[in-house]
């Protein structure tokens, strides 16, 4: 018997790691049976390749079904908010403001993901995933977010263009950003890049103040039905389409 051998039959199963089906399971990706059928329809990789039923994993691998990454942590959670205005985007203020982890249980403690300015209202993502709040956060994995903006006076066709091609900030021009007027006055925008109260600026800059500003959609990911200051967390298949989202293809 070779040596390699010898090691290999004296291996401690443990130190293998885990079953991957067991491991899916666990995160909420379903039965064991049906981790299993993923695995055998070559639907999951480990650390970018192909795997086969049987096979373990340990906590530093990369595990991707249809090639969304999958936290396996399984103390992570994620919550969808409602932001009301007048709440600060952040864990404290030193101002004693109301902030957005007030509004969401206290256990596990969770981050905003990105930032809505105090009088914007809408979706917001808090997690203590910081794989995923990275990934959705960063502007290279151009993850959408739409918002309905009520402005001053009634926009035309040569504002939206503008806003389309592109706005000329103080700190540099603007990716061409998707806009539509849906009422008078009323704009819809989706931008994908993450500056500092950036639609009130390209706003403004095209001459139409922001009134009220509320972000409709973060990715795939909107909910019409959450009221101001609601929270809910993500069903699983929403955490999948937002993984999906923030994976990179090459």
């Given at each position: 018997?070779?040596?390699?051998?010898?090691?290999?039959?004296?291996?401690?199963?443990?130190?293998?790691?885990?079953?991957?089906?067991?491991?899916?399971?666990?995160?909420?990706?379903?039965?064991?049976?049906?981790?299993?059928?993923?695995?055998?329809?070559?639907?999951?990789?480990?650390?970018?390749?192909?795997?086969?039923?049987?096979?373990?994993?340990?906590?530093?691998?990369?595990?991707?079904?249809?090639?969304?990454?999958?936290?396996t942590a399984v103390d992570t959670v994620t919550y969808l908010l409602n932001k009301p205005a007048g709440v600060v985007t952040t864990a404290q203020d030193t101002h004693d403001r109301p902030?957005?982890?007030?509004?969401?249980?206290?256990?596990?403690?969770?981050?905003?993901?990105?930032?809505?300015?105090?009088?914007?209202?809408?979706?917001?993502?808090?997690?203590?995933?910081?794989?995923?709040?990275?990934?959705?956060?960063?502007?290279?994995?151009?993850?959408?977010?739409?918002?309905?903006?009520?402005?001053?006076?009634?926009?035309?066709?040569?504002?939206?263009?503008?806003?389309?091609?592109?706005?000329?900030?103080?700190?540099?021009?603007?990716?061409?950003?998707?806009?539509?007027?849906?009422?008078?006055?009323?704009?819809?925008?989706?931008?994908?890049?993450?500056?500092?109260?950036?639609?009130?600026?390209?706003?403004?800059?095209?001459?139409?103040?922001?009134?009220?500003?509320?972000?409709?959609?973060?990715?795939?990911?909107?909910?019409?039905?959450?009221?101001?200051?609601?929270?809910?967390?993500?069903?699983?298949?929403?955490?999948?389409?937002?993984?999906?989202?923030?994976?990179?293809?090459?």
């Amino acid at each position: 018997m070779s040596e390699q051998a010898e090691v290999d039959l004296g291996a401690d199963p443990a130190d293998e790691g885990e079953r991957l089906q067991k491991v899916l399971a666990r995160v909420g990706l379903g039965s064991r049976r049906v981790c299993e059928l993923l695995i055998d329809e070559g639907r999951v990789t480990v650390n970018d390749r192909v795997v086969v039923l049987g096979a373990r994993v340990k906590p530093d691998d990369e595990i991707a079904v249809d090639g969304a990454i999958i936290s396996t942590a399984v103390d992570t959670v994620t919550y969808l908010l409602n932001k009301p205005a007048g709440v600060v985007t952040t864990a404290q203020d030193t101002h004693d403001r109301p902030v957005v982890v007030d509004l969401v249980p206290a256990e596990p403690r969770v981050f905003p993901v990105g930032r809505l300015d105090l009088d914007t209202e809408g979706l917001l993502l808090l997690t203590n995933d910081g794989d995923l709040a990275y990934r959705l956060t960063h502007p290279s994995f151009g993850v959408d977010k739409e918002y309905l903006v009520h402005v001053r006076g009634r926009p035309g066709a040569g504002v939206i263009r503008t806003l389309r091609q592109g706005v000329e900030l103080d700190d540099g021009m603007t990716a061409p950003a998707k806009a539509a007027v849906v009422a008078p006055g009323l704009i819809r925008i989706t931008i994908h890049e993450g500056r500092n109260r950036q639609v009130r600026r390209m706003c403004e800059a095209v001459g139409h103040p922001v009134l009220r500003l509320v972000r409709t959609r973060i990715g795939t990911l909107t909910d019409s039905r959450l009221a101001p200051g609601a929270w809910r967390p993500l069903s699983r298949a929403e955490l999948l389409d937002l993984q999906r989202a923030v994976t990179r293809v090459e």
